[in-house]
């Protein structure tokens, strides 16, 4: 399958990304992440991009923890292994 880009511009840095995932899917993503972000900054009043980056992210964790104990659909061991698997493409993409 075809990779198609997707331009990331947030907390003072940009960078584009490729992948196999549906665009749209990629967006909606994107756009929930800015919204955390966002709330996260206007919430506890934070300038500095990596806290806010890293409280946003400990939200989505968070809402997903709160999610899996609702529906029991992911056990700790999952949501770890992809939490440890979207910090890697993060990584990935941050070197190039």
Do not use: H, W
């Not at 009043?45 to 923890?65: F, M, R, S």
């Not at 709160?66 to 939490?83: V, Y």
Request: net charge negative.
């Amino acid at each position: 399958m075809a990779q198609d880009g997707l331009r990331i511009d947030l907390l003072g840095t940009s960078f584009s990304i490729k992948s196999d995932q549906d665009q749209a899917y990629l967006r909606k993503l994107l756009d929930r992440y800015k919204q955390v972000v966002e709330n996260t900054r206007k919430g506890i009043g934070l300038q500095d991009p990596l806290k806010i980056a890293i409280l946003a992210g400990i939200v989505l964790c968070d809402e997903i923890d709160k999610n899996r104990q609702q529906t029991g659909l992911f056990d700790g061991a999952e949501s770890e292994r992809i939490t440890m698997d979207l910090i890697a493409r993060i990584d990935e993409v941050i070197k190039e």
